[in-house]
Every structure is written in C-alpha cells, then in structure tokens.
C-alpha cells in the first residue's frame, strides 16, 4: 500500500506520516526534500520552495506522478508526506490503483492565526523547525496563506471525493481520527 498525505503546512502531515510508519512498520519521504533537491540542485526545473504549494505541485507533477507510478508497479509499501500533492491531480492515479493508494488531505480553514502561532512556538521541533527563528508577522502571513490553500484542498477533495480533514480544532483528537482512517 502506498500511503498519500498531504495538505497544508503546519496541518500535522509528518506527524501523521511518522506515527503510521511507526505502526506499519515501513519509511516515509517527506517531498519537503524532494522540493530543496529540486531547489538546490537543479533550479533550473522551477521547482522551488518558494512558490506556492499548488505551484510546486503542478510544477512537480509529472516527476511525481512516475515516481508514483514506479512505486505501484513495484508494489512497494510506502508513506509519502507533502504539500505537493492536489487532489484534482492525485485522483487520477487513485482511479487508476484503488486498491493500492490511501490517500488524504490534512489542512485549517477555521483556526485562529494567533492561537495557530501559539501552537507553533509552543510545540516546535526545535532546531530542524524552519519557522522557528521567523518574525511573528512572517508566520502569520505563512498561516494566512495555508488557510486560502486549506480551503482550496478542501473544496477540491469535496469535488473528487477524497478525504479532508480540518485540524482547526481538536488537533490530536484529528491525528488520531486520520490515524484511524489510514489504518483501516
């Protein structure tokens, strides 16, 4: 089973992804790395972690979709965490391989930029937490935007009929309902 989550930042998707491979026993690759190679080693692609997520993701399609594809016909078990995922891109793969793609969608489209700051200081992962050392104002302005892209996931898993779920409050009792779901 390969395993698909994706969403906006700071909506608990490496959280997700490092308890079920803790569960199931198998890796993760966060597309955050895949997105700095893209970056740092070959700029010329246009793929930068500076652009937008739906931007990385249409940009990064074509890579990602025959990474993917090469994983399914290998029938290999794996978890895949990131924003560079859409739904209206994705569900054509899961047309394709029901039966061997589990796949969702984490983001916050009602949650209160300043109680979502507070939670981000709070419960940074420390020196590796790329907000850790930005303004206040830089992260509410990064929060603003995952919101909007929160909101475009959701309409779009909606749309496709894919699973959304919203972290904007109860965000544990969330991760423990996504936990559910990807399990299942």
């Known amino acids: 089973m390969l395993y698909l989550i994706s969403g906006a930042s700071r909506a608990g998707k490496t959280i997700v992804a490092k308890k079920l491979a803790s569960q199931k026993g198998i890796s993760y690759l966060s597309l955050d790395w895949l997105v700095m190679g893209f970056t740092n080693g070959i700029p010329e692609y246009g793929v930068h972690d500076m652009l937008f997520p739906d931007e990385i993701a249409e940009r990064f399609w074509n890579f990602f979709k025959a990474m993917i594809e090469s994983m399914l016909w290998n029938d290999v078990d794996y978890i895949i965490e990131?924003?560079?995922?859409?739904?209206?891109?994705?569900?054509?793969l899961l047309n394709e391989h029901p039966n061997?793609?589990?796949i969702c969608f984490l983001g916050f489209t009602d949650v209160s930029v300043d109680k979502k700051v507070k939670e981000i200081k709070a419960f940074s992962s420390g020196e590796n937490d790329w907000l850790i050392d930005k303004s206040d104002a830089y992260i509410i302005d990064h929060l603003k935007n995952m919101k909007a892209h929160s909101e475009k996931i959701k309409i779009s898993c909606k749309k496709n009929n894919l699973k959304y779920f919203d972290v904007s409050e109860n965000f544990n009792g969330v991760v423990d309902d996504v936990m559910e779901y990807l399990l299942v």
């Open 82 to 92: 990131g924003e560079a995922i859409l739904p209206e891109l994705i569900v054509e």
């Open 100 to 102: 061997k793609l589990k």
